[in-house]
């Protein structure tokens, strides 16, 4: 078992790259994993700072147990060499619907008026919160792109594997998003994203993108 907390980050280095070190793969190329990867129901958007509980807590919120999903912690090799794994539209176009997991930040919530509208976004929340990572609004974008269904949870695993949604920060959420202020944990992807992004639909209608399937929501 996790030890309560445990982010997804950190199960990446303490149990996804320890298993394919020896053979430089991917997770679900292991032989274990055999019979256990399938075509997904859904491509799932996450940051790798939040709670992996809160991850696997929305999943299950969302689809039933025998349904497949694609997550790059798993799909994508944790190995340098990886940069075709990167190319994540194909995945989008082909899976029916994008799931985008979004954790509760209270200082969000908290926050006036006039600071969502300034974009004055907490430092924890370009941490924990996907709708402040560049890839996640990247993602995002693209599935809105191509027609899929984007079905978007805010809120935090209870504990017991149940996802508990909280909409109290999401009229923040929708004043403060910018990606051009979205983090990335790596500060070369952040840039590259941005000058693609910059170079193609443009920072206002990827934010619109955003906000309106926010309102969606």
């Not at 990886?82 to 539209?89: K, R, S, T, V, Y």
């Not at 509208?117 to 191509?146: D, G, M, T």
């Not at 990335?184 to 443009?202: C, K, N, Y």
Request: aromatic share 8%; net charge positive.
């Amino acid at each position: 078992a996790l030890p309560p907390g445990t982010t997804t980050g950190q199960v990446v280095a303490l149990f996804v790259k320890p298993r394919t070190r020896r053979r430089r793969c991917r997770f679900v190329e292991l032989p274990e994993m055999r019979g256990r990867v399938g075509k997904p129901r859904a491509f799932v958007s996450h940051t790798w700072n939040a709670p992996f509980a809160d991850l696997v807590a929305a999943i299950r919120h969302a689809l039933r147990d025998d349904e497949f999903v694609w997550i790059d912690i798993f799909a994508v090799r944790q190995w340098a060499g990886n940069g075709a794994d990167l190319a994540f539209e194909c995945v989008i176009r082909e899976a029916p619907c994008l799931l985008l997991v979004g954790r509760h930040v209270p200082a969000v919530a908290a926050l006036s008026r006039q600071d969502a509208i300034a974009k004055r976004v907490p430092a924890e929340a370009k941490q924990w919160c996907a709708f402040y990572r560049v890839w996640c609004l990247v993602e995002l974008s693209a599935a809105l792109l191509f027609g899929k269904t984007a079905v978007m949870l805010i809120g935090d695993s209870d504990g017991e594997g149940r996802f508990v949604p909280n909409l109290g920060m999401i009229a923040n959420l929708m004043h403060s998003i910018d990606v051009r202020q979205a983090g990335a944990s790596v500060e070369p992807d952040r840039v590259r994203i941005l000058q693609t992004i910059e170079g193609g639909v443009g920072f206002d209608a990827l934010n619109r993108q955003a906000v309106g399937a926010l309102v969606g929501a």
